[in-house]
Each structure stands twice: as C-alpha cells, then as structure tokens.
C-alpha cells in the first residue's frame, strides 16, 4: 500500500495521503514552491522532523519518498535529502497582435457547455476559478453568521434599499489600499461581480454600440455584451503586461468607434497578466482623450503575490469616468455573491437602472462580510491564502513543465488563479477539452475566450485548488491526452 502511495499510475483511490503524511509533504513542499527551499539546499534529517512534527520515521520517510517520486527532493547516500533541480522553466506565450474587423462577431455555444459541467462535484481541477473550500473561511463566516443573527433577527425580515452601510463603510476604508479614495455613498453593492459589469455596461452604453476588450477575456463579459445587444471588439493583449495600448489606440482613432472598454488590469482572467503602472496611467489618459468610459474589474486584485497591492486604475482617474467593479466571490464566499461598484460620475444611472431590474442583495451576508472585515479576519485570512496560492501556482507549473508535450508555452501570473498554456499549433484544445471532461479533468478550451479562433489551441487552468496527489495524477492525464492529438 505505502509503494502505491508513492505512484501517480496507481488507481486514483489509493492516491490519497494521510493527515500527517500531508502535514509533512505538504509543509515541504510549499518551502519549494514558493522558493524558501531552493534546488540544492538540504533538507532537515528524518529524525529532525520526526521531533519537529511529532510523527514516527516511517511517516517521514513515506513523505521524503513521494516527494523524492515527483521529483521535487533528491536522496544522495550517506548525505542525506536535498531540494531536486526544478524542471526548466516553459516560455511563454506571445502577444498575438492581429486585429480586425472579423473581431466582431458573437460567441458561439461553447461557453454554454461549459457552464453546463462548470459545478461538476468530481473535478479536479475544479472548472470554476475560484479558491477551493479548505481555503476558505467557511467557520469564521459561520460563527459571524450566528452571532449576528443573534444580535439583529429583523435582518430576515428588513431590506435595506441601499445595501449594508457598514459594509460600503468597509470597502471605503479599504480602497485606500488600491491607490483610490471613495466615500461609502458612492459604493453600490451588487449580486455579485457580473451584475456590477452588466450595471456598468448598461449605464454608458446602448445596443449596438461598440465595446472594447481585451482578447483572450473572460467569456462571461462575452455573453453579456451579446446580451445587450452591443458588439465586441477584441483588442490583442500581452500575457504578462495585459491589454496593448497600442492596439488599442490604434482601434479608436475614429471618433465614436468605441463607446466603452472592459478591462481586468489586475491578473486578468484567463491570462493572469499584470498592467503596469505606466500602462494604467496611458490607459486612462487615453480613455478620457477620446470619450471612452473604462470599466475595470479588480476582482482579483487582492490575490497577489508580491509584497504589495497593484493599483486600481480608477487611481489614475481625474474625470471620475472609470467604474471600478468586485466581489468577495473569489477569494472569501463564492456562494454570497456579494460584489460592488464604484460608478464615479454614473452612480445616479447605476442606482436607478439596479432598482429597476434587482434585488439590493442579502443584507445578512453583507453585515458577515462587513464584520468579517472590521474585526481583521479578512487580512488574516487573505495573507495566508496568498501564501497557498503562490505556493500552487508553482506547483502546478512544475506539473506541467513536467508532464505536457515539448512545444508548450505557460504564462508566469503574479497573482490571480489563472495559468494560460499554448498547446503545439496542431492540437485542437476543444477536443482535449471534451477528453478531459470525460475523465472529471477541469480545464477550458482557449475558444471559450474569445469570437475569433486565434486561441483553439490554447488551455485555461487554475491553481485554486490545493495540491493533491489525485491533482497530480489528473494533469498526468491531461498531458497525456494533449500528447495523443500529437500523434
């Protein structure tokens, strides 16, 4: 049993560690991840972490030689366990800069099959971008829940029209952080991140109008500017620096040409890209040179990795134009859906378009996340869940450097959830993407992403989920599966 333990060929059911073997490997491991433990250190000797973790030599031992397996330690005789080599790093992808009129077209039914597997229990990596459960701070919310309905039962029977004011109170005190000042009465509190893009979208555009976005973009925005009736026009971006200003500017030299621009300028999704500083500020400028509204989505600006938060680039606005959007979905409670907005100058147009069309949200889960703010559960919880994920990030692409077929590029995020790989031209990731879903593999095909088919042989994974053998095992398989398109 201790030798299945130790193979990622072995039958799934065996791949599953104990508690203080996961304690050990896992502690080890995420030293090397996040670059505490670099190739060549040694490590501690079996009977030091027998005393450090309190656990038997077997158990230790048991650790050091799965991890010995995966090829992240070496044994040398009569010397001892030493941090193995680190596959070498895989390029990245390139900026694809082709753009043109053929942008604006609608997306076709793929994001819909994907919604349609997006909650299967069994996948792994999950399909949705988000932190996994053992992340989060499922007891923490529990125990303010109960407390505060113990305080204010009339929650459950009062609806507040504004939303919670100590939550907007919260977000305010917060913002400062993301280089922005904003007053809890210009915060409005949305059903989650989407409502407050469909709001934004809504209250400075009209069907048939023209938006900007960056390609590859999130395929939800997608299907809600297809909604509304406007059109998509896909600006080329960068895998590590984001949207192309030049593209950009190039594409709304004609006056009226675009009416507005989405962009997530912090760890993009799917690409994970990082705006820099000087970016934003051209952005902006640009934005208001040519009467274009921004609208940003920050939702996961808080997930970086470096010591400190990027800017917003609502933090470079003068004209009060950008309409900064989040939520608490990604990183504190998916199943809340507690999102807001900062709509500058569009407030008015966003309050009256929301009281016509929704619900202001639930107030109880508000004043959770409120509190769980005010009392410094947020911060605690968040440092830490940088720490795991920057730790799983690199996980995963060892992994893959490790397991996929030459010829793959991987983007290098330095925050976020989101690794965009390049699969060789000849692979069609739409197949591998029914293959892998066949098999409980959660993935999205690069088509997802876009109108156009410049990124069919592209892959979106994500590395919310903490790592596991069983996730191992499944990005063996998906490496596999992308190998046999080869031929």
Known sequence: MEEALLDVDAPLQLLQPSPLYQAVAGGLEKAIACGSLRGGDRLPSVRQLCQQHGVSASTVTLAYRWLENRGLVEARPKSGYFVAPRPQPLPEPELDARMSKADFVTPDGLTRQFLLVANEPGAMPSFRVQAGRSLLPEAKLRQLTASINRRHPEYASRIESGGSPALRREIARRAIHSGVRLHPDEILLTNGGMEAMHLALRSVAKAGDTIALESPTYFMLLEVIETLGMRSLEIPSHPRDGLSIEALDLATRTPGAVRACVVIPNFQNPVGSLMPIENKRRLVALAAERGISLIESDIYGELHFGDERPPVLKSFDAHDDVILCSAFTKAVAPGYRVGWMAPGRHLRECQSIKFRTSSPGVQLQQEVIAEFLADGGYDHH??????????????????????????????????????????????????????????????????????????????????GDPWTPLLEARLKRLGQIIAEQLG
């Open 382 to 463: 968040m440092r830490r869940l940088r720490a795991s994920l920057k730790a799983q990030a690199q996980a995963m692409a060892d992994a893959i450097a490790r397991y996929f077929p030459p010829g793959c590029r991987l983007s290098r995020p330095r925050g976020g959830l989101a690794l965009w790989i390049e699969l060789p031209s000849q692979v069609d990731s739409r197949k591998v993407f029914e293959r892998a879903c066949a098999e409980l593999i959660g993935m999205a095909p690069g088509a997802t992403f876009t109108c156009s088919a410049r990124f069919d042989h592209f892959i979106r994974l994500h590395y």
